[in-house]
């Protein structure tokens, strides 16, 4: 076991493409740490660059002390699981296995030893003899995985390994890891754009973005889960954690004695003092136009909530409503026009045109109690937990208050 | 031939259609003409040529193996059998053993002048080798290399080695880079990678090039016949002109001479079908 140090890391690759920069990170002894973005952010290459398969162009990695730019994959002591697999076709399960440990030179009864205990934590003993060919995506999954594990390396690298797995199995999986993490205790960077994954596993998790010309920078945001849904950096982060995703759309606060009010799409609701304490510098942007960002939680049916404050209620026409059994999505559109900054355009890809088509409409989506009657066409009182709104800058989109991310600050301080 | 009608005879069964009918019957029918006289060879070798001259087409009365006896002995057909057997697998395992190194690097690395060298290779395809005998039997004679069985085998290999290494090298680049890049991390150096991950994943197409090299070798006239010149060192195909001077009236021996040459061949598709189609279709779906 060893920490991982990138120390402003980047990656262009051969062909010119720059698909990595500045990236910084320190991932501790023992740490699960999870890279996460939309596709083509640069995760993969990453992830590839410590296990040694793709040159680092620039910057210093270290495994434990040691500088590894230019050590090859197999003297770093690391052990990778592929989104394929990647197990050899030809040989069976036990062998598979053992491969990696044969060509150390290890003895026999040892690699026997090994596998055998692997093959017993992750439940594959039965198909030792097995090729391959002959398993489920879920067992093969577990070889791969077993592979892993019998080198006993200091790090495990995993570059998105659940995904060829339906949502089921996926989800068992995905605990099973948790636990096996947990019992192994061994440094684990994890790839995934599942953002669900990188929330249930990571101890901390790391939002990346791809890099532009004029922001050779990937990293948004490291941080443990629950500051990254709670604090997310900016709107890229914010957009990308929380499903369904945080709603934004574009207002201002106004400051009415000790009361502050958020204004949008003309609604007004009273914003908790709480509110303005995470944001470290509000006072100052009374009255600017802001983003303001309300995640789908954050709602209730006023119905519902007993005592219910009327200054923190908006009225909205439900355009849409999904019934899930233990919780209800309501859809509505407030008279605004959609948020549109750059990280939101990087953010729904292909959808920022059909956003864009909506014209003059944000769309919200509330979550309230699944015993909420409700149905498309209504109107529906719904009331807002201001103490959890979010306030982001609108043309960098970095939160108000918050360190930018690298790259960033020359931005935010203009 | 076997090859193709084995496949396409699986796949008619599904076929249930008029047409589907229709290319059943002819392919039936071309098996038929393809089959006959090879079984009017097998029969009337068993039979003494007095009986053939009287009825050619007859079942033999008993199994009679004399014919093959005399072939073998006294027509040096075992002489000539061994020498085709040597030099043709000589041949195809040298032509073979340096076609899949070749084309594992040509079909797995990117490297200055790697598709000139491919093409190098590819453009052996192209030219018709007996045009060069000329050139080929200087070349041998100033190596000292004519009525050599050596000489002809690195001929052989040579002419075998573009389409080895174009089906090789096509079959290497479509199998998937994380195996390689597995296995370096599991610690293996370039040629362990090469030896125990890729190679043994290319051996249906192993198969393929190997016969479809065998089998113009085996049965090639032209190239032993020039350069070789003692009988002792002929293959099948240039002692059977001796051979058929000589037992011109003696039909069952010519017979079972015929079969004795065929026979390799036979015994090989026989085998080898399951992996030819494999190693043809390989690429198609995904492995
Ligand atoms: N061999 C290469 N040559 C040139 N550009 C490349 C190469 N490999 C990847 N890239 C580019 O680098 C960027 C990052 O790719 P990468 O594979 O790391 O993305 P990713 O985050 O893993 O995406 P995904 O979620 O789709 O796997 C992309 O823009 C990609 O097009
Ligand atoms: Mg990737």
Redesign the interface.
């Known amino acids: 076991m060893a920490k991982i140090t990138l120390d402003d890391i980047g990656k262009i690759y051969p062909d010119g493409t720059r698909a990595v920069g500045h990236v910084n990170l320190d991932i501790q002894d023992g740490e699960f740490l999870v890279l996460v973005g939309p596709s083509g952010c640069g995760k993969s290459t990453i992830l590839r660059m410590i296990?040694?398969?793709e040159e680092i162009t620039e910057g210093k990695l270290y495994i434990g002390d040691q500088l590894v730019n230019d050590v090859?994959?197999?003297d770093r002591d690391?052990?990778?699981v592929?989104?394929?697999y990647?197990?050899?076709?030809?040989m069976s399960v036990f062998d598979n296995m053992a491969?990696?440990l044969k060509?150390?030179k290890m003895p026999k009864e040892e690699i026997k030893r090994r596998v055998l205990e692997a093959a017993e934590t992750l439940e594959i003993t039965e198909f030792l003899d097995r090729k391959p060919k002959a398993l489920s995506g879920g067992q093969r999954q577990r070889v791969a995985m077993g592979?892993a594990i019998v080198?006993e390396p200091k790090a495990f690298l995993m570059d998105e390994p659940l995904s060829n797995l339906d949502a089921k199995l996926r989800v068992q999986m995905r605990t099973e890891l948790s636990l096996l993490h947990k019992r192994l205790g061994t440094t684990t960077v994890y790839v995934t754009h599942d953002q669900v994954e990188a929330m249930t596993l990571g101890h901390r998790v790391a939002v990346l973005r791809a890099v532009s010309p004029q922001r050779p920078y990937n990293l948004q945001q490291v941080a443990p889960p629950t500051e990254l849904f709670n604090e997310p950096v900016n709107l890229f982060v914010a957009g990308f954690i929380g499903s369904p995703a945080m709603n934004m759309v574009y207002g201002h606060l106004e400051a009415d004695g000790d009361t502050v009010w958020a204004v949008f799409a003309g609604n007004r609701v009273k914003v908790d003092p709480v509110a303005l304490e995470r944001h470290p510098g509000i006072d100052e942007r009374m009255g600017d136009r802001l983003v303001l960002g309300i995640r789908p939680g954050n709602f209730e049916a006023a119905s519902h909530v007993a005592g219910a404050d009327p200054d923190k209620q908006i009225e909205v026409n439900v355009e849409v409503t999904e019934m899930l059994g233990n919780e209800t999505f309501v859809h509505f559109l407030l008279d605004e026009e959609p948020v549109m900054t750059p990280d939101i355009q990087e953010l729904l890809g292909a959808a920022a045109e059909e956003e864009a088509v909506m014209g003059h409409k944000t769309q919200f989506t509330a979550r309230v109690s699944p015993d909420v009657p409700v149905t498309a066409g209504d109107r529906l009182a719904l009331v807002i937990d201001t103490a959890k709104m979010h306030f982001f800058d609108p043309t960098h989109g970095v939160r108000i208050g918050a360190t930018p991310p690298p790259g960033m600050e020359a931005m935010v301080q203009s | 031939m076997t090859a193709g009608a084995t496949s396409l005879r699986r796949r008619s069964r599904s076929r249930r259609t008029p047409a589907g009918a229709a290319i059943s019957v002819l392919l039936w029918g071309y098996a038929v003409v393809v089959i006959a006289p090879l079984m009017l060879v097998v029969f009337n070798s068993m039979r003494p040529t007095r009986e053939i001259f009287r009825d050619p087409i007859a079942l033999p009365g008993s199994i009679n193996l004399d014919s093959y006896v005399t072939a073998w002995n006294e027509a040096s057909f075992s002489t000539y059998f061994w020498n085709s057997l040597f030099i043709t697998v000589a041949s195809v395992v040298l032509a073979t053993a340096t076609s899949v190194m070749a084309a594992y690097v040509l079909g797995r690395y990117r490297f200055r002048g790697s598709s000139v060298l491919a093409i190098f290779f590819l453009s052996g395809l192209l030219l018709p080798f007996r045009l060069a005998i000329l050139p080929l039997f200087l070349l041998l004679q100033n190596l000292g290399l004519v009525d050599t069985r050596a000489g002809l085998i690195l001929v052989y290999a040579a002419t075998g080695i573009p389409f080895s290494v174009f089906i090789l090298s096509a079959y290497f680049r479509q199998l998937?880079g994380?195996?390689t890049?597995?296995?370096?991390?599991?610690?293996?150096?370039e040629f362990?990678i090469f030896g125990?991950?890729m190679f043994?994943?290319v051996r249906p197409a192993l198969a393929t090039v190997a016969v479809f090299q065998f089998v113009p070798l085996w049965n090639d006239f032209f190239f032993p016949l020039v350069l070789l010149r003692s009988s002792e060192k002929w293959t099948l195909p240039v002692g059977m002109t001796r051979f058929f001077g000589e037992f011109q009236t003696d039909w069952s021996t010519l017979f079972a001479g015929i079969l004795i040459t065929t026979l390799p061949l036979v015994a090989l598709f026989l085998v080898a079908t399951k992996q030819i189609i494999a190693g043809l279709t390989a690429g198609v779906g995904k492995?």
């Open positions: 296990a040694g398969l090859p994959p197999k690391i052990a990778m592929f989104q394929n990647a197990l050899y076709p030809h491969f990696g060509l150390r592979r080198r | 998937p994380e195996l890049e597995a296995a370096r991390i599991d610690g293996a150096n362990v125990r991950v043994p994943l492995i």
